[in-house]
T-cell receptor
Framework: DGGITQSPKYLFRKEGQNVTLSCEQN?????MYWYRQDPGQGLRLIYY???????QKGDIAEGYSVSREKKESFPLTVTSAQKNPTAFYLC???????????????FGPGTRLTVL | QKEVEQDPGPLSVPEGAIVSLNCTYS??????FMWYRQYSRKGPELLMY????GNKEDGRFTAQVDKSSKYISLFIRDSQPSDSATYLC???????????FGPGTRLSVLP
């Protein structure tokens, strides 16, 4: 079964803790993305990666960090510097960025992070 | 002004109604337009995609793009309770790296 998996589904964090959200894909896609979704605000891009060992900041990167050591994996760390981390986090992938064509993004099931 | 605007709803319709969902945008360079459906607490799934202006039909769903007005629409015919979800529009330019998403419209189809 090809697709994108995210874990955990629900995550609770205490103030001051760093937490890491997992994202894995077996679609052989080059590009991977992290979005944050808050009610009424749609999807906001946190980080994206077009190729292994390279990633770029999105619109709201402050307080987050990522790595891309393997093509299949793009974990997101929510650091204690992120002032309001409670949100629904979505990981996505697409086949090849920057090319003409639809290049649609496929999404994982999401992780809901709550700060206690 | 946001790059992509979408009425957040909620929009409630009776079963069997025709639903019209819309997005407006400001960037005339957008060429690829998509509609995603997102059920509560799930990831979005791609529903329809279109290139440039025109219509595309897939079963009960029709996507329309009017680039001159910077306006895109998704029509759902014979709406079903299972269509109750949030609908997100997304768009990008020809060689753009990333999509820009609308905030989504929440739809409820009442039996």
């Amino acid at each position: 079964d090809g697709g994108i998996t995210q874990s955990p589904k629900y995550l609770f964090r205490k103030e001051g803790q760093n937490v890491t959200l997992s994202c894995e894909q077996n679609l052989n896609h080059d590009a991977m993305y992290w979005y944050r979704q808050d009610p009424g605000q749609g999807l906001r891009l946190i980080y994206y990666s077009q190729i292994v060992n390279d990633f770029q900041k999105g619109d709201i990167a402050e307080g987050y960090s990522v790595s891309r050591e393997k093509k299949e994996s793009f974990p997101l760390t929510v650091t204690s510097a992120q002032k309001n981390p409670t949100a629904f986090y979505l990981c996505a992938s697409s086949i090849r960025p920057g090319l003409a064509g639809y290049n649609e993004q496929f999404f994982g099931p999401g992780t809901r992070l709550t700060v206690l | 002004q946001k790059e992509v605007e979408q009425d957040p709803g909620p929009l409630s319709v009776p079963e069997g109604a025709i639903v019209s969902l819309n997005c407006t945008y400001s960037n005339s360079a957008f060429q690829y337009f998509m509609w995603y459906r997102q059920y509560s607490r799930k990831g979005p799934e791609l529903l329809m995609y279109t290139y440039s202006s025109g219509n595309k039909e897939d079963g009960r769903f029709t996507a329309q793009v009017d680039k001159s007005s910077k306006y895109i629409s998704l029509f759902i015919r014979d709406s079903q309770p299972s269509d109750s979800a949030t609908y997100l529009c997304a768009m990008r330019n020809n060689y753009g790296q990333n999509f820009v998403f609308g905030p989504g419209t929440r739809l409820s189809v009442l039996p």
